[in-house]
Structures are given as C-alpha cells and as structure tokens.
C-alpha cells in the first residue's frame, strides 16, 4: 500500500544502539546512564493512589472536548489559572499537535530550539508542518541567539517553540530574555509556546531566570509525565493566555482523555510533593558525583563536554558497558557533548567506573575551550570579546585558560574555523596591540607575553 510523505523513510539503527542491541543480546550487563521512565527507576510511589482509577464516577460517560470540569477546576486550582483558559489532552505530544493544527496550513513552519528535544520534527511532519531552528549557545549558562530567531521568521512562520526549563540543557530563559521573545513574537504575529514539563525539578535556577511564562505564552503545557512521575497516566494539559473558542471543534474531534484519570486527578496531584522531593534528592546526588559538566539549573540531564561524542559514547559502551547519549541526539549544532541522565538509581552511578568515565571526560577539555571561544566570536562585537574571554577564564577555569602557550596548543581548530584573517590582541598594561596574522599561530615561543590574556578577536 501506499504511505503518505509524513511518514519518515527506513528507518535504521545508529552505530550505538546497534552496539547496544549486540551487547543485550549476548546477555553482557549494561549501566544505563540514559534511564528517563520514573517508573522504572526506583521511585517509590505512595500504595493505595491507584484505587482512585476505580472510582465508579468514571462509569458514567459525559464527553466534553476541553475535559471534564471537575479536573479542569482542580488543575486551574493547582496552577491559578482562569478556569475557561484550562485545556485538557492526553499528552503534551497531543497538544502540540492541536496547536499546530490550530495555528498551521500544510507548509507552514514553527521555530524550535536547537538542542531541545528531537521529537519536534516528528510532530510538525505528521501534521505537515515544517521545523525550523533556533540556535541556544553556551556562556557559562545557556541563551537564546536572537540573530538566529531574526533570521529565521519569514511570513510562513506561526509559532515559536520554548521548552522551560530546556531538555537536556536544563535552563531556564532569562527575564530580558521573555520580554524580547514575546515582543517578537507581537510583531510578527506568531504564537508563543511554552513548554514547562521539568519546570518543578528546580536544582540551581539563577537569581534572574523566568520559571514560568504562563500568561505571558500563547500556550503553556504540562503533564503529569513529569509532574507526579506518572507518563503512563495520559493526562496533560495546555493553559492558554486567553480564550481560544477554535481549539474546541479540534478537541471536540477526539476527546481523548479517559475518564478514569480525569476522576483520579485530585489524587495523583497529592503524589507531586513525595514523588518530586525524591526524584530532586536523586538528581542532586547523582550531580554530584559528575566532576565535569555544563551548567544546569532544572531538569533531570547533566551534559559533558568531550571530544568525540560518538566515539566516547562507544568505546564506553563497548569498553565498560556504560550507556550514554551523544549531545546529536538532541540536535547540539556541534559534536563535542554527552547527555547523561540522573535520574538513574544511585547505585548504578556509583557502579560506573568513574576513572573511566573521567578519562574520557578529560580529553574533552580542550574541546570546551575551543567552543566558549567560538562562541564569543560568534555572539559579541569586537569590543565586547576580550572582556568576555577574561569572564570566561576567571569562571570556567580559575588557573587561567587563555594564556598564550595554552591558546597556541588549543586554538588552532578554532582559528581555522574562521576564514580570512584574524588579529591578535595582546591584554596588559597600555593599550592593546594589533597584528595582522594570515593563519598562523597566535603565540611567539620565542618571545612569549607575561602576565597578559591572549584572545583571537576576528573580524
């Protein structure tokens, strides 16, 4: 038979998961670093909470397409929102794929993060949507590149995707941040959408992050996924920032969420508190015992800088059994990350041959250095570089990362990313000198600067 064009082509296992298919297959034990499903990770759930699916009030069937209006009460309680602007779905999946039928013609686009979490592009494929992204980049904390955003919206764009706190970054969007996205998000006329799942998995979130943006989204969603632990209970919900009447016949198409769960509500809120102090304790003590990693400040993912994702994530595999995902599985614009998840047991963590894992860890430690730096090349103006190279060497490594033999030995990757030529700019006592350098190394071992930041500024 035929199959539509949504449907994506062969589909074939990468390098990793075939290692890992090989390995399960000849019985070898695996430490799964990946483990993401609460349920299967030694979360101890209060007894007796599911006898509230039992209840003989789901016997009665009384459809209404924005949910029942006891559970849509209880969730516009939970969340003080207006109780009209209160929607129910089966997942978040589901409600993104309401919006974008809401808001999409075949053809039309919706901005995504990069990295975010990759299921994006299934989601705007099946409903003939196309993604496009927006980059985040990293500067001791992640932010959003506006230039990219700008470059992105076009007159086919209907949406524009934040996920608070990010999967797998785990950070939350600054307050300058929210104010400037949803001022363009008016003037271009898009919708603004904000997914907060992880919002309640608070570990470090810095003094100016936004932990929501209900009110200030089209859309806010969440889920009792994540919530209360609980993905297979198949409820989510969307609050709107006003009232949108449309989203009713689409609702009222599929009526999806049962009737158990919607009774049951009230008693699987009562699990947030037991089930998400345990889940924070466990990604606290597994943080710690991660010696290299980028910032985090919600969530339940650690990223490592390395050198070779994919090549560390397999000799891991094949050498100690530990099972990692390399940062393209969530579409990071460049190799160089791993994607730990800590909501593993404890006990698995510390079963890892941490030696190990921080050998591998080590050889990325250049990598990082390479990438701050191609980030402030990339997002500051000449004037701006040097100061945040001097922030970046007092933040990322105290002993001083960017004196002159170190960016001689590290930076050559770097300065061959750029074309054209590049100036060296010596930091000390006077003003700074520049020197015109077609493709040679920054540093003069012959006559090495003392007690001077060395940085590549280019044009």
């Known amino acids: 038979m035929k199959l539509s064009t949504r449907i994506p082509g062969e589909l074939r296992l990468n390098a990793i998961s075939a290692l890992l298919e090989e390995k399960r297959r000849r019985g070898e034990p695996i430490l799964d670093l990946t483990i993401s499903n609460p349920t299967q990770a030694g979360i101890e759930y209060p007894?007796?909470?599911?006898?509230?699916?039992?209840?003989?009030r789901a016997l009665l069937y009384e459809p209404a397409a924005f949910g029942m209006p006891s559970a849509r009460e209880r969730i516009a309680r939970e969340y003080r929102a207006p109780y009209d602007n209160v929607i129910l779905t089966a997942s978040t999946s589901e409600a993104y794929s309401w919006i974008f039928k809401l808001l999409c013609d075949p053809g039309c686009e919706v901005l995504v993060p990069r990295p975010s979490y990759p299921l994006f592009e299934y989601l705007a494929k099946l409903e003939s949507v196309e993604v496009r992204h927006y980059s985040l980049f990293y500067d001791h904390?992640?932010?959003?590149?506006?230039?990219?955003?700008?470059?992105?919206?076009?007159?086919?764009?209907?949406?524009?995707v934040l996920v608070n706190p990010n999967n797998p970054t785990g950070h939350f969007i600054k307050r300058g941040e929210a104010e400037q996205l949803a001022d363009l998000c008016q003037r271009h006329g898009v919708a603004?959408?904000?997914?907060?799942?992880?919002?309640?998995?608070?570990?470090?979130p810095d003094f100016d992050s936004l932990l929501s943006l209900q009110g200030l989204a089209d859309f806010t969603l969440n889920g009792l996924s994540k919530a209360v632990g609980l993905p297979q209970m198949k409820l989510a919900w969307m609050i709107t920032k006003r009232l949108v009447p449309?989203?009713?016949?689409?609702?009222?198409?599929?009526?999806?969420?049962?009737?158990?769960?919607?009774v049951a509500l009230p008693s699987l809120l009562a699990l947030k508190e037991p089930v998400q102090r345990q889940i924070?304790?466990?990604?606290?003590?597994?943080?710690?015992?991660?010696?290299?990693?980028?910032?985090?400040?919600?969530?339940?993912?650690?990223?490592?800088?390395?050198?070779?994702?994919?090549?560390?994530?397999?000799?891991?595999?094949?050498?100690?059994?530990?099972?990692v995902q390399p940062g393209y599985f969530y579409d990071f614009e460049r190799s160089g990350y791993l994607v730990v998840s800590l909501l593993t047991q404890p006990d698995i963590f510390s079963v890892c041959d941490r030696d190990a894992v921080e050998t591998f860890l080590y050889r990325g430690r250049h990598k990082l250095r390479r990438h701050l730096i191609h980030?402030?090349?990339?997002?500051?103006?000449?004037?701006?570089?040097?100061?945040?190279?001097?922030?970046?060497?007092?933040?990322?490594?105290?002993?001083?990362?960017?004196?002159?033999?170190t960016l001689a030995r590290d930076f050559d990757k770097t300065l061959a990313v750029?074309?054209?030529?590049?100036?060296?700019?010596?930091?000390?006592?006077?003003?700074?000198?520049?020197?015109?350098?077609?493709?040679?190394?920054?540093?003069?071992?012959?006559?090495?600067?003392?007690?001077?930041?060395?940085?590549?500024?280019?044009?």
């Open 280 to 323: 924070l304790a466990r990604v606290r003590e597994n943080l710690a015992h991660v010696a290299r990693h980028l910032r985090v400040e919600a969530g339940w993912y650690a990223i490592l800088p390395v050198l070779d994702e994919e090549e560390t994530a397999l000799r891991l595999l094949r050498e100690s059994g530990i099972l």
């Open 375 to 405: 980030d402030v090349l990339r997002h500051h103006p000449p004037a701006r570089r040097v100061p945040r190279l001097a922030h970046l060497e007092r933040r990322v490594e105290p002993q001083g990362f960017h004196t002159a033999p």
């Open 418 to 459: 750029f074309s054209g030529q590049a100036r060296c700019v010596n930091v000390g006592a006077g003003p700074p000198q520049l020197n015109t350098m077609p493709q040679q190394r920054v540093n003069d071992s012959k006559n090495p600067p003392v007690n001077r930041l060395v940085a590549l500024v280019v044009d």
């Open 47 to 56: 007894g007796g909470f599911l006898g509230a699916l039992a209840n003989d």
């Open 141 to 160: 904390g992640w932010y959003i590149d506006f230039h990219t955003i700008e470059r992105a919206l076009n007159y086919r764009t209907r949406a524009i």
């Open 246 to 262: 449309e989203l009713e016949m689409i609702a009222d198409t599929y009526l999806s969420v049962g009737a158990p769960v919607q």
């Open 192 to 204: 603004l959408i904000s997914d907060e799942v992880f919002a309640d998995y608070q570990i470090d």
